[in-house]
């Protein structure tokens, strides 16, 4: 008989068919599972596809992924993903991909507003930043971290509306970082564990003071840069907050395959309407962490 991991991960309890030892133990593995992860045959193809990728197919309910040499991936009506690892893939790729694009169209076929974001947890709820790849998400919250502030999650954050409360809901506690951040911010390599191999990325595991309940979402934080010398802080107004929801929604593309679109649509409206948006804007030539930190510090009463 196959031994079974329960674990927890964005609010939903995941049942494992092997161990994934970024997340974090269910609290009560006696609970029904939500979410199912089996390692199976996978199709090569699925049948009328609404949208093709490169290495992608989508459809409503189904979406596969398929990622030479390491694994095909099967995520079937938000409940159930199916994994068939290649022979020559690596425990850790096979992960990699799992918890990152894959998950993210389960939350998308359950309907969640997943953000391209990280984030850290503070005395007055979730603040989250959002930005383009390698805007320095990542290496804000491990700076925000390092200062003792829980991490909520790295790369995606899924997000929901429940009783009129806008929620972002913890993935694992792990952030992922370039080797000049982990020295900037002082992190010892041995702190550390490898990604993929190959990738001078590594995870920093963050598991102080993590916490797996859903938390109110207080601020957002757009990041940019430009080639003025100070640190610029503004909001986003109106309209505009619904734009960067939608410009930062992670994977956006899968949307329209997996008959999403309009539930997306109202979701965004509703978290834009209900949430403080801010632009950080940073001086392009000095990427200053701590000083980041206290601005937003300061912005946010702390």
């Given at each position: 008989?196959?031994?079974?991991?329960?674990?927890?991960?964005?609010?939903?309890h995941l049942q494992s068919e092997w161990e994934l030892p970024e997340l974090v133990p269910a609290p009560d593995a006696g609970q029904p599972a939500q979410v199912r992860l089996l390692r199976a045959e996978t199709p090569s193809a699925l049948e009328n596809p609404s949208r093709r990728g490169v290495l992608y197919q989508a459809s409503p309910s189904q979406?596969?992924?398929?990622?030479?040499?390491?694994?095909?991936?099967?995520?079937?009506?938000?409940?159930?993903?199916?994994?068939?690892?290649?022979?020559?893939?690596?425990?850790?790729?096979?992960?990699?991909?799992?918890?990152?694009?894959?998950?993210?169209?389960?939350?998308?076929?359950?309907?969640?507003?997943?953000?391209?974001?990280?984030?850290?947890?503070?005395?007055?709820?979730?603040?989250?930043?959002?930005?383009?790849?390698?805007?320095?998400?990542?290496?804000?919250?491990?700076?925000?971290?390092?200062?003792?502030?829980?991490?909520?999650?790295?790369?995606?954050?899924?997000?929901?509306?429940?009783?009129?409360?806008?929620?972002?809901?913890?993935?694992?506690?792990?952030?992922?970082?370039w080797p000049d951040m982990l020295h900037a911010l002082g992190v010892a390599p041995k702190e550390t564990i490898a990604l993929r191999p190959n990738l001078p990325k590594r995870g920093l595991p963050t598991a102080e003071?993590?916490?797996?309940?859903?938390q109110p979402i207080h601020a957002i934080y757009v990041l940019g840069s430009h080639i003025g010398e100070e640190i610029m802080l503004e909001k986003v107004p109106g309209m505009a907050r619904f734009n960067t929801l939608r410009h930062n929604t992670f994977r956006e593309k899968f949307l329209s395959g997996l008959g999403v679109r309009a539930v997306h649509f109202k979701k965004v409206t509703e978290v834009a309407q209900k949430t403080s948006v801010y632009q950080l804007t940073r001086p392009e030539k000095d990427g200053n962490l701590p000083d980041l930190v206290d601005v937003i510090v300061k912005d946010l009463g702390l």
């Open positions: 008989m196959t031994a079974l991991f329960h674990y927890t991960i964005s609010g939903l979406f596969l992924l398929q990622m030479p040499n390491i694994a095909s991936y099967w995520v079937r009506n938000g409940e159930e993903i199916l994994v068939n690892p290649q022979p020559e893939s690596r425990e850790e790729e096979v992960r990699l991909f799992l918890l990152g694009t894959v998950w993210a169209a389960l939350l998308h076929q359950r309907e969640f507003l997943v953000l391209h974001a990280s984030g850290v947890i503070t005395l007055k709820g979730a603040v989250i930043f959002m930005g383009r790849s390698g805007g320095g998400k990542s290496s804000l919250a491990a700076a925000f971290y390092r200062r003792g502030y829980p991490a909520l999650g790295d790369d995606t954050i899924a997000v929901d509306v429940l009783d009129g409360k806008t929620l972002a809901y913890p993935t694992f506690p792990q952030l992922r970082l003071g993590f916490c797996t309940k859903a």
